[in-house]
């Protein structure tokens, strides 16, 4: 079965420094990844996405994230954090089921703390 | 606002009363799930639609659950004899099918307490 794993609860960077939020997956052939933030009520949003093109994603807020075959990785990243970077992300893997719709299968999350 | 719109946004129940929530989702947007989250978890799939019909449910969705889509448009979730585990923020989703590149657009939620 497909899945994700994020393998930290919690992150807390200084503004301006750089960002990385671990992600690793788990499927037998090539995955469809995503990466969603969630600030503090507010609809989860889609920061970006890969689906088997290039292997570097940049999204949105400049972050960025690099598909790893070879460590079945997906971290994001971000060179610089800004106060506003604070949210919870998401590692999210697209499953497609039987009937050939696709739904999508969260990890637990990572909170990002910026501070000043 | 076309964004996908969910009421009520929050919801304090006593143990054992029914509750039903609503999404509407982006106009054009045939497929529709829901999702839950409970505190320091990700979001969990519960159900899928495509226009009107139900096409997955989750074995977490028990059969004090249910949920429609009468005309392919809004959505309800029901939830009978609420218990205290119900407590949880319900998310509302919607994509295209055709279109479909795993960006699912959220609602901001209906938070379920029950006492």
């Known amino acids: 079965a497909q899945s994700v794993t994020q393998l930290d609860s919690h992150v807390s960077v200084s503004e301006g420094t750089p960002v990385l939020l671990r992600c690793n997956y788990s499927?037998?052939?090539?995955?469809?990844l995503f990466w969603y933030v969630q600030h503090p009520n507010k609809g989860l949003q889609l920061l970006l996405k890969?689906?088997?093109?290039?292997?570097l994603v940049k999204g949105i807020n400049g972050f960025e994230a690099e598909f790893k075959k070879s460590e079945t990785s997906f971290h994001l990243t971000k060179p610089s954090a800004h106060m506003s970077d604070a949210a919870e992300y998401f590692c999210v893997v697209s499953v497609t089921s039987s009937g050939g719709y696709n739904k999508l299968i969260f990890g637990a999350g990572t909170r990002l703390a910026v501070h000043p | 606002d076309t964004g996908v719109s969910q009421d009520p946004r929050h919801k304090i129940t006593k143990r054992g009363q029914n509750v039903t929530f609503r999404c509407d989702p982006i106009s054009e947007h045939n497929r529709l799930y829901w999702y839950r989250q409970t505190l320091g978890q990700g979001p969990e799939f519960l159900t899928y639609?495509?226009?009107?019909?139900?096409?997955?449910k989750s074995r977490l969705l028990s059969d004090r659950f249910s949920a429609e889509r009468p005309k392919g448009s809004f959505s309800t979730l029901e939830i009978q004899r609420t218990e205290q585990g119900d407590s949880a923020m319900y998310l509302c989703a919607s994509s295209l099918a055709l279109a479909y590149t795993g960006e699912l657009f959220f609602g901001e939620g209906s938070r379920l307490t029950v006492l």
């Open positions: 499927s037998s052939y090539s995955p469809s």
């Open positions: 890969y689906t088997s093109a290039a292997t």
């Open positions: 639609f495509q226009n009107e019909a139900q096409l997955e």
